[in-house]
């Protein structure tokens, strides 16, 4: 194992641990293994150590080698404690993820005092354009090595120890190929961030006088090393369009593709292809698993590819529009790649995302950044944002790994480093920017991948026009495009605005000082009369934030939301007290808007300032000084065509008033879809009560056409729905305890793998109190973001993810990883929710008119987290139900799946491992006999199925006409 093995570094330890769980409170260390480099001679030390508790039996499977036996054999943790400490001396310990390290060992081993450093945090420094920095991803990624056995605490140190040599080598060696000398990062940190001069690694940045890479074979130096299968070259017939859905060849070429034709798949491809060269417009349901990524994006790539070979600009461009930007990633960094590559025209067309411009990085505010300059940690994120975004090549936030941001705290400064729309300046912008680079893309690309927000506003028209569009997740602008289309004042966004009369980076006044100096001083500017009219702003504010609070419109810890002129009777002497009072603070706005547009436009005419700075800034901001006077004085105006929206923060802070329009089809057509020529509305869940007509009809699109595709999957066969009757109401006090038990129970049953949905993140965070008690001990994982999805397809891990409303759509999880999704409550508007309340009175439909199409739209996505491939299977749980029988029966007919049965906890508890096991066993059988029908190898190609269709079983052995299957915690030997 130390055989040729050499380390860059002197006088440190890499050190690992291994532990029967992730909470240092209640899990133990069971083996600790390290490696010595010390004056250049190195040692190693590893140990088991016997445990006091219970030890999972999933700890097992995940450290190669690992055995009860020699676990219970080991010594105790008091008689290896004066061992481990002499070995570690007072060296540096180096660790991957150090602060899972730093909290066992201060926990368990106080005594050990050493200086931890992390190798994960200066990998995101050297390398901060990564996707994944676990040990697994960088040794593959970094290295030429392959790291084939599962964990153990000294085979990680070794790797840890390879991964450092192979950073440290690979920035040595960009350093040695840059034209910018003498700009190394040892010396860039020395000169420019005096917080880093003692960070832990920069002492390590300094090359060796006398280092010879010959010790060093293993480290690749490629940027982005990509390991792909070749294809062979085939020739296509791009005539044949959705035909080749059908041909194998295509798809199997490379033999690295899990796809499979789906019934139907071809017509509805069809229809997409035939809408586009017909100019029309169609709504196509197409359910879970028919494959309708495939279907579209194969005729966008053939339509583009073809077009674009006649010269036919205006046809060889698609936009697609997503919801979330999960799906948006999971299009550019996956679907779109594969499908272009297997039609050999990855290297004849261009695509790529667009969001957005607060989604993006902007180099010029990082630098400005004064809150990054304060302190080491802030230091070492400023240095990583500059390090991602030097190039122009990277800028996209969304795209960061997550346990970066989470390191880095990203988040705290997202609003004071991303490009700012209003000041943005892409055509004059000189810096490297990713967002510019994007956009100057924008004109040559092909498929251009957006969300429906950014749709609902396109401000890229200028460089791209949209004429051809697939509007994915189309169900969402059901909902959404209120949101889009709303106009909103915000009281935090008023007082920010006039701050930035003084304080501003350059100050208004400060701007307007400067342009009447330019022009010859002009103008008299008053600074004591802007500052007095900013001061009767904020007092107006205070005024209304103060009367907010004598009326206590806030119980509790949630916003206060009430629409201004149906309000319930209780409140309708209030919102008439606060009229004068919105009225004032408009009216108190204007004067400021009036004597600051006078000032520009005595100290300049029209002709003079072309390409002037000063004066664009100035101008941009008395628009938005405008528009928040306009967004109020609208909201004074009872309409029938608007929701007039107050709410409350529930801190008493801050304020907003919404104008919402109710005619939101006319709206899609004259701001989404006027200009556009084919529009396709995909999702799988457009049909509510049988029909496609609610949604045409509140989309404005009566006169489009539609087609439905059969069910895919046997929803009947391999799902049970429940409803719970014995967990209580969600607002009674005992429901959160009695779901987290149910939940902690059911977890138990089916080792993990559950996804729970909740309507709002206080029962979530309740629930998560609740689970995190429960589970101390045991070896059961509580997540709550929804980075942590990919967890779930782990088989040794027990994993349970909370999520909120973020999670009902967008998660794509199939196979065994995924077995139960539970929903905490029908998903219902209050009755006092403003919409509704316009809605019902200015339009006069019923409550269910208007609450049902929501409440069967999100019922169907989230029961569709469920089931992803033919192999899924599972129980869909809903934790409150309520007492409207008619919602329950609806919900039964459109979820097109088994009857809903409201049952108690105990008997779902009572049949679950039954019901699993058969499903398990179904799909056992349906491999097995598929295998030998063909003449296979049973036990490679079962493997090779299972793993396919993202299943956990595993076939060990065949013996006697016995097969021997392994799966998470348990075997199952015997005849199938």
């Not at 001396?89 to 660790?95: N, R, S, T």
């Not at 007095?532 to 206590?552: A, G, H, W």
């Not at 033919?870 to 008619?886: C, H, R, V, W």
Request: glycine share 4%; hydrophobic share 35%; net charge neutral.
């Amino acid at each position: 194992m130390l055989e040729g093995l050499n380390s860059i570094l002197d006088n440190v330890i890499y050190l690992d641990i291994e532990t029967t769980g992730l909470d240092e409170n209640s899990s133990e260390i069971i083996e600790i293994g390290a490696i010595k480099i010390k004056d250049g001679i190195i040692t190693t030390y590893e140990t088991l150590i016997r445990p006091r508790g219970r030890v999972p039996i999933s700890i097992y499977n995940l450290c190669y080698g690992l055995n009860e036996k020699d676990l219970l054999s080991a010594r105790s943790l008091n008689a290896i404690r004066s061992e481990v400490a002499e070995f570690l001396e007072d060296l540096p310990l180096i660790c991957h993820n150090a602060n899972f390290e730093r909290k066992f060992l201060g926990f368990h081993i106080p005594e050990i005092k050493n200086e931890i450093i992390d190798s994960m945090e200066f990998a995101a420094i050297l390398e901060p354009w990564r996707k994944e920095y676990n040990l697994d991803a960088l040794i593959r990624e970094i290295t030429n090595l392959r790291k084939n056995e599962l964990h153990r605490g000294l085979s990680d140190s070794i790797d840890t120890l390879k991964v450092v040599n192979s950073l440290l080598l690979r920035q040595w060696d960009r350093e040695e190929r840059s034209t910018k000398k003498n700009k190394s990062l040892y010396n860039t940190i020395i000169k420019e961030y005096m917080y880093l001069k003692k960070w832990p690694w920069t002492k390590y940045l300094l090359k060796p006088p006398f280092l010879t890479l010959e010790n060093y074979e293993y480290v690749n130096y490629e940027e982005n090393k990509v390991i792909e299968n070749k294809l062979k070259k085939i020739t296509i017939d791009y005539s044949q369009f959705e035909k080749l859905l059908e041909n194998e060849e295509i798809w199997n070429n490379g033999g690295d593709f899990g796809y499979q034709y789906r019934k139907d798949q071809k017509e509805f491809s069809k229809r997409i292809r035939e809408n586009f060269e017909k100019s029309e417009r169609i709504f196509i349901e197409a359910p879970t698993g028919s494959g309708k990524t495939f279907a579209y994006v194969i005729i966008a790539a053939i339509e583009t590819y073809l077009n674009k070979k006649k010269n036919r600009k205006d046809d060889a461009a698609f936009i697609i529009s997503t919801n979330t930007k999960e799906l948006q990633n999971q299009l550019i960094e996956r679907d779109i790649p594969t499908i272009l590559k297997k039609l050999m025209l990855n290297d004849k067309l261009n695509y790529g995302a667009m969001k957005g411009k607060g989604n993006y990085l902007c180099i010029e505010r990082i630098n400005k950044c004064e809150s990054l300059t304060i302190g080491e940690k802030e230091n070492l994120l400023l240095l990583f944002l500059r390090r991602l975004s030097e190039n122009g090549n990277y800028g996209d936030i969304e795209s960061i790994n997550y346990s970066a941001q989470k390191h880095f705290e990203l988040d705290k400064y997202i609003n004071e480093i991303n490009c700012d729309s209003e000041q943005c300046n892409l055509e004059k912008c000189i810096r490297p920017c990713f967002l510019r680079k994007r956009y100057n893309e924008l004109p040559e690309e092909n498929i251009t991948v957006i969300n429906h927000s950014l749709l609902a506003c396109w401000p890229y028209s200028e460089k791209k026009k949209i004429n051809h569009i697939i509007i994915d997740e189309g169900h969402n602008l059901m909902e959404k495009c209120y949101d889009f289309f709303a106009e909103e004042f915000s009281s935090s966004s008023l007082i920010e605005l006039l701050d930035m009369i003084e304080k501003g980076h350059p100050s208004i006044l400060a701007m307007l000082l400067n342009l009447n100096a330019s022009y010859g001083y002009r103008e008299t500017i008053e600074k004591d009369k802007l500052t007095y009219l900013v001061n009767e702003i904020n007092i107006n504010i205070n005024i209304l934030l103060n009367d907010f609070r004598s009326m206590r419109l806030v119980s509790g810890e949630y916003n206060f939301t009430t629409e201004f002129f149906i309000p319930r009777d209780d409140l309708k002497g209030m919102t008439k007290a606060l009229g004068p009072e919105i009225s004032m603070l408009k009216e108190s706005i204007y004067p400021l808007y009036k004597i600051l547009n006078d000032y520009v436009s005595n100290i300049t005419l029209d002709d003079e300032v072309n390409g002037d700075n000063d004066h664009r800034n100035l101008s941009d901001y008395i628009a938005k000084l405008k528009s928040n006077f306009d967004i109020l004085d609208k909201f004074l105006e009872s309409s029938v065509f608007y929701a007039k929206v107050l709410e409350v923060n529930a801190e008493y802070k801050e304020f907003y008033f919404r104008n919402i329009p109710l005619n939101v089809g006319e709206l899609v057509n004259e701001h989404m879809l006027k200009d556009v020529k084919s529009t396709t509305f995909l999702s799988a869940t457009f049909k509510i009560e049988n029909s496609f007509n609610k949604i045409k009809k509140h989309l404005g699109q009566e006169k489009a056409k539609e087609f439905l595709i059969p069910p895919t999957f046997d929803l009947k066969r391999r799902t049970k729905i429940f409803a719970l009757n014995d967990v209580g109401r969600y607002d009674e006090p005992s429901y959160i305890k009695n779901v987290a038990r149910f939940i902690f129970n059911i977890s138990q049953k089916i080792n993990g793998h559950i996804l729970v949905l909740f309507n709002n993140n206080a029962r979530r965070t309740a629930v998560n109190e609740e689970l995190e008690v429960l589970i101390r001990g045991t070896k059961i994982e509580v997540h709550t973001s929804k980075k942590s999805i990919a967890v779930l397809n782990d088989k040794n891990r027990q994993v349970i993810i909370l999520g909120s409303k973020g999670f009902f759509e967008g998660i794509d999880v199939p196979g065994d990883a995924l077995s139960c999704v539970m929903l905490d409550k029908i998903p219902n508007y209050s009755p006092e929710f403003p919409i509704l309340r316009a809605i019902t009175t200015y339009q006069k439909k019923g409550y269910q008119d208007v609450n049902y199409p929501q409440v069967c739209i999100k019922m169907k996505q989230i029961y569709g987290r469920l089931i992803r491939s033919t192999f899924d299977y599972g129980y869909f749980i809903i934790l409150d139900p309520g007492q409207n029988t008619y919602t329950i029966r609806n919900l039964e007919r459109d979820l097109n799946g088994p009857s809903i049965k409201v049952v108690p906890t105990i008997k779902i508890l009572d049949e679950m491992e039954f019901d699993y096991n058969n499903w398990k066993r179904t799909n056992i059988n349906t491999i097995i006999n598929s295998i030998k029908k063909n003449n296979r190898d049973l036990k490679e190609e079962f493997n090779n199925e299972s793993k396919k269709h993202k299943l956990f079983w595993e076939l060990s052995k065949v013996d006697n006409g016995e097969y021997y299957f392994e799966n998470i915690n348990f075997k199952l030997n015997g005849k199938i």
